[in-house]
Structures are given as structure tokens and as C-alpha cells.
């Protein structure tokens, strides 16, 4: 088994649900000899640098998330998405240990085989930015202040992927028009937007 990380026994310790259920996870993916940190406030795994897979807490159910989850063969289809834009990640959702000691075959099989991908160097087609669509309220904001749509272009592509799926996500016209006013002042302070 590889070494347990105190940081990792901390967030374990002050963890208000889902104890048993991370600290069995942890046990499998540690028994797989995954380096054990503390990114994001969350357990993740490592191989040669790269992540694997992350222990998440949710209210209705933790999860085993694979980072590079959608080039996994998912043999047992247990893998799901996270959210609609999601596009690498996938995750096992659990709410409780002896679920989690049923399929500890499985979900080792599962890791060994997210470390031979990463060991591979295999990679997710992710969608470019320009294969989103900007929204018509957008582009004529873009028209109208063209300090606005200089500063979009010099957001990093991830950030203005962001922008994007949140401006395009609603149905009215008028609820992206006030998203899209709401993140102004942050687009020209180059900034994204959850900083």
C-alpha cells in the first residue's frame, strides 16, 4: 500500500459526511500505489505527475472521479459524467462503503487501467474554444464596445469556454443578456469567471 498523506488524514478527520465511504475508497486507490495529495480540498491521486483520480463529497453521494475518465473502456457502463460540458472526467457515484467493498475489483481494475492510459500519454479530445457558440447578445456587445470583445480574446481559452457555457445555458434572451452584463467588469479586468 503506498503512504497515507497526513494532509489527506486531516480532511478525513473533519469530513461532516461520507467518512467511511472516502476512507474505503482511499484504501483501494492507495493499494493500487497512486501518490496521495491534497488538490482542490479534495484526496487526489497521482502517477508520474499526472492526476488519476480525485475522492469527491457531494450531499447526496461521494465519488471516485477519474480525470481522464471518457477514455476508459467503462466495460461495467458505471461511469458517468459529471455535468452536461464536462469532457474528460467521468466518476462512480457511492453512498455507501459496503458498495464501494463490492466493487473494489472493479474499481481497481478501473484505476490500473487510468494509470496505463496516463503511462500511454493518451489524451481527450477536447472541444476548442471556437467550437462554442457565442451568443447573439454577446456578439453585438462585442460590436457595441470593442474594448469588451479585446479583452474576451485575451482571456485564456479556458476561462472564455467558461464565459461561454454560462452565457449560452439559458432558454431567455434576457436572462443571458444580464449574465452577460454581470461579468462585464470582470471580462475587462481579464479576469474569469470564478475569480
Known amino acids: 500500500m503506498a503512504k497515507m498523506n497526513p494532509k489527506v488524514d486531516a480532511f478525513l478527520n ?23 495529495e491534497l488538490k ?11 492526476n488519476i483520480v480525485i475522492i469527491q463529497g457531494f450531499k447526496g453521494f461521494c465519488a471516485l472521479l477519474f480525470t481522464n475518465g471518457a477514455l476508459l473502456k467503462d466495460a461495467k457502463k458505471i461511469l458517468e459524467k459529471p455535468g452536461e ?22 474499481l481497481k481494475a478501473y484505476i490500473k487501467e487510468a494509470i496505463k492510459i496516463e503511462k500511454a500519454g493518451l489524451k481527450v479530445d477536447l472541444k476548442k474554444t471556437s467550437d462554442f457558440i457565442i451568443p ?17 480574446t485575451a482571456l485564456t481559452p479556458g476561462r472564455q469556454r467558461a464565459y461561454l457555457m454560462y452565457f449560452t445555458a439559458p432558454k431567455q434572451p434576457k436572462t443571458r443578456e444580464s449574465r452577460i452584463e454581470k461579468c462585464l467588469h470582470q471580462i475587462l479586468a481579464g479576469q474569469g469567471l470564478n475569480d
Do not use: H, V
Open 85 to 106: 460540458n464536462t469532457q474528460a472526467a467521468r466518476r462512480i457515484p457511492f453512498t455507501t462503503a459496503k458498495e464501494i467493498l463490492e466493487m473494489e475489483s472493479i
Open 14 to 36: 473533519k469530513a461532516k459526511q461520507w467518512q467511511k465511504e472516502m476512507a474505503t475508497l482511499r484504501a483501494i486507490i492507495l493499494d493500487c500505489g497512486l501518490i496521495e
Open 40 to 50: 482542490w480540498a479534495k484526496p487526489c491521486y497521482i502517477s508520474q505527475g499526472r
Open 136 to 152: 447573439e447578445e454577446l456578439k453585438l456587445r462585442f460590436e457595441n464596445t470593442p474594448a469588451l470583445k479585446t479583452a474576451f
